[in-house]
């Protein structure tokens, strides 16, 4: 979330109009596919291609009394860069980055759009309250698994397979895809949505509040100067 919101203000920043200061529409939702983007290649690819292989451990549930092949999340980086080298934790980073960027653009466009309509309907406020923000978090959250889930079913399956000698990243998923159209039908690349959706749109109403809570509190403390002695405080 750090590296998520610091990258989208940066990239705001750097699309603003000069002139006026304001970031249009299309820009911000370039902004969120740089977040987006960000976040994939430096935090999530990794994470995910662990969190998948420990949740995928079938084995030891089918005997309790073998044990399984990954201990933990810090054992599992072990044996992946051990066995399989450090690309591995890069599997699918294509996917992801494409999940991650269209996921932010929408979820910090519809933020954005949002909050706007918010005060436009009660010009009275200077700022929206809490409530407020967590329920168009809640909203704008639920925008980017809806609008990719085909790529994160893709993506889960090729991160939990083992890789095939002689194949490209692209042909296993375009061999998955296959795979998944031919066997379970359409229903197969919107799997898991329902769950997804009450993960991330919940997690993002509490960021948001968080978020504008904690930004506001910081844009308010700013340094005075002590004509006396010019010290800062």
């Known amino acids: ?32 596919l740089g977040a987006g983007t960000t976040e994939a290649i430096l935090v999530v ?13 079938q084995h030891s549930l089918a005997d309790p009394m073998e044990a399984p092949r990954y201990r933990n999340a810090g054992h599992a980086v072990y044996t992946i860069v051990r066995e399989e080298g450090v690309s591995t934790l890069y599997r699918g980073v294509s996917l992801t980055a494409l999940r991650q960027a269209t996921n932010q653009g929408a979820n910090f466009t519809a933020y954005q759009e949002i909050k706007k309509f918010a005060h436009r ?11 407020q923000h967590m329920i168009i978090g809640l ?3 639920a925008m980017g ?22 194949q490209s990243a692209v042909q296993r ?16 690349f919107y799997k898991g949505i329902t769950p997804r959706v009450l993960r991330v749109a919940p997690g993002q109403a509490i960021v948001f509040a968080v978020y504008e809570r904690v930004s506001g509190i910081i844009e308010r403390i700013t340094p005075t100067v002590r004509e006396d002695d010019g010290y800062s405080e």
């Open 1 to 32: 979330m750090a590296i998520r919101f610091a990258s989208f203000e940066t990239y705001k920043g750097w699309l603003a109009d000069k002139s006026t200061g304001k970031t249009s529409v299309g820009n911000i939702f370039i902004a969120g």
């Open 45 to 57: 690819n990794p994470m995910e291609v662990v969190k998948i292989r420990l949740q995928a451990q």
């Open 121 to 131: 309907m009660q010009p009275e406020l200077t700022e929206l309250p809490s409530y």
């Open 139 to 141: 909203i704008s959250g």
């Open 145 to 166: 698994p809806f609008s990719n889930a085909p790529i994160d079913t893709i993506k889960t399956r090729l991160q939990k397979a083992t890789a095939i000698p002689g």
């Open 173 to 188: 998923i375009m061999a998955i895809a296959s795979d998944m159209w031919k066997q379970e039908g359409v229903r197969s």
